[in-house]
């Protein structure tokens, strides 16, 4: 099975003025495709691994016998870009769909949802370099809060993803440059969960 780039749930200037139409153009069509290129490239090597889902060879990836080290770290970069992008273009929208059940159990948590984005927020900004703030299901079922560097996937600790920001220069940097923190700001009124 081939990877394939999944195609935006709106237009490229849908989510004007949060992200603008070329950064969220260019992210799709020539970050996200590359990823799936390299992916589709390593992929091809294994035959053995190619009906497994890539959630599964993530969380499990230290474990695959037959894979090389070079190859399980393109693996877990490119196979973790895809994941990431994939969700994080179905969690934006133009316009809200707040997730109800998501919401109280946020509160549940966090203590109220302005806590919780203080704390999301802390994570994005804070991430040295390039990454992605997270929020997840943790292996006791427990929503937490941390950021990874790079392309590393919530799945690589058996975490699973249900919100992340992507906070790659590539992702802010023709609208924002350095501002990383105004693009977070900005960001939370595109993402459609909450
Ligand atoms: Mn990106």
Same mark, same amino acid.
């Given at each position: 099975?081939?990877?394939?780039?999944?195609?935006?749930?709106?237009?490229?200037?849908?989510?004007?003025?949060?992200? %603008?139409?070329?950064?969220?153009?260019?992210?799709?069509?020539?970050?996200?495709?590359?990823?799936?290129?390299?992916?589709?490239?390593?992929?091809?090597?294994?035959?053995?691994?190619?009906?497994?889902?890539?959630? %599964?060879?993530?969380?499990?990836?230290?474990?695959?016998?037959?894979?090389?080290?070079?190859?399980?770290?393109?693996?877990?970069?490119?196979?973790?870009?895809?994941?990431?992008?994939?969700?994080?273009?179905?969690?934006?929208?133009?316009?809200?769909?707040?997730?109800?059940?998501?919401? @109280?159990?946020?509160?549940?948590?966090? /203590?109220?949802?302005?806590?919780?984005?203080?704390?999301?927020?802390?994570?994005?900004?804070?991430?040295?370099?390039? /990454?992605?703030?997270?929020? @997840?299901?943790?292996?006791?079922?427990?929503?937490?809060?941390?950021?990874?560097?790079?392309?590393?996937?919530?799945?690589?600790?058996?975490?699973?993803?249900?919100?992340?920001?992507?906070?790659?220069?590539?992702?802010?940097?023709?609208?924002?440059?350095?501002?990383?923190?105004?693009?977070?700001?900005?960001?939370?009124?595109?993402?459609?969960?909450?």
């Amino acid at each position: 099975m081939k990877y394939e780039l999944p195609k935006l749930p709106y237009s490229y200037d849908a989510l004007e003025p949060s992200i %603008d139409a070329k950064t969220m153009e260019i992210h799709h069509t020539k970050h996200h495709q590359g990823y799936i290129d390299k992916l589709n490239a390593v992929i091809e090597k294994y035959p053995g691994l190619q009906d497994q889902k890539l959630e %599964d060879l993530l969380k499990n990836l230290q474990a695959i016998e037959q894979m090389e080290e070079s190859d399980k770290t393109i693996l877990k970069n490119n196979g973790g870009g895809h994941l990431n992008h994939s969700l994080f273009w179905q969690m934006m929208a133009p316009a809200k769909e707040v997730d109800k059940n998501l919401l @109280v159990e946020i509160e549940k948590t966090f /203590g109220y949802l302005d806590e919780f984005k203080k704390t999301f927020t802390q994570a994005a900004v804070g991430q040295f370099g390039s /990454g992605w703030a997270w929020l @997840v299901r943790n292996e006791a079922g427990k929503l937490d809060v941390y950021s990874l560097p790079n392309q590393d996937s919530p799945y690589l600790k058996g975490h699973t993803p249900i919100i992340g920001l992507d906070v790659w220069e590539h992702a802010y940097y023709l609208k924002y440059q350095n501002r990383r923190a105004e693009y977070v700001e900005n960001w939370w009124k595109v993402l459609k969960l909450l």
